[in-house]
């Protein structure tokens, strides 16, 4: 297993086609819309460039580029019952090489990528599973909740 390390600014564009493999694996087909890409790329290099701020990607190096990503961001809300800060921890882009999955890389990243959120406070993480990933996720002591999720898009 290869050892995670720190993005930065410089890997946005490999961690912008490590996401484009996620939803690419995620629906089965490769992806017909790509305007996305530079938008999360500026965005990524914009932000990985802040070591104080709030979002963080770890990565597994490979020749030419990246194997594998985990990126998370913390969220501040209002506190309430068993979260009195309010600072909830997100994961979401998680992602390895089809060719370098079954390594330990994705596990590497999310271990690194909960240890920033451990240093950075934060004791309550989530994120959305897929069955393949599933899993690991469990592994790393997630479970599943009773809340569901709901979506608006304006």
């Known amino acids: 297993m290869s050892r995670?390390?720190?993005a930065r600014p410089d890997d946005a564009e490999e961690l912008v086609r490590l996401r484009t493999v996620?939803?690419?694996s995620l629906?089965?087909?490769p992806a017909c819309d790509t305007g996305w890409r530079p938008a999360a790329a500026?965005?990524?290099r914009r932000r990985l460039g802040d070591p104080g701020g709030d979002l963080a990607a770890f990565v597994v190096e490979r020749p030419g580029g990246l194997a594998a990503c985990a990126?998370?961001?913390i969220e501040h809300r209002l506190g309430g019952p068993g979260n009195p800060t309010g600072t909830t921890g997100y994961v979401f882009s998680v992602a390895t090489d089809p060719d370098r999955r079954r390594r330990g890389h994705s596990r590497s990243c999310m271990?690194?990528?909960l240890d920033w959120f451990r240093e950075r406070g934060v004791r309550r993480v989530d994120l959305r599973a897929s069955e393949e990933g599933e899993p690991l996720y469990a592994s790393?002591?997630?479970v599943r909740t009773p809340d569901p999720a709901m979506r608006l898009t304006l």
């Open 4 to 6: 995670a390390r720190r």
């Open 22 to 24: 996620m939803h690419e």
């Open 71 to 73: 990126v998370g961001t």
């Open 111 to 113: 271990e690194a990528l």
């Open 42 to 44: 500026e965005t990524l």
């Open 140 to 142: 790393l002591g997630f």
């Open 27 to 29: 629906s089965g087909h």
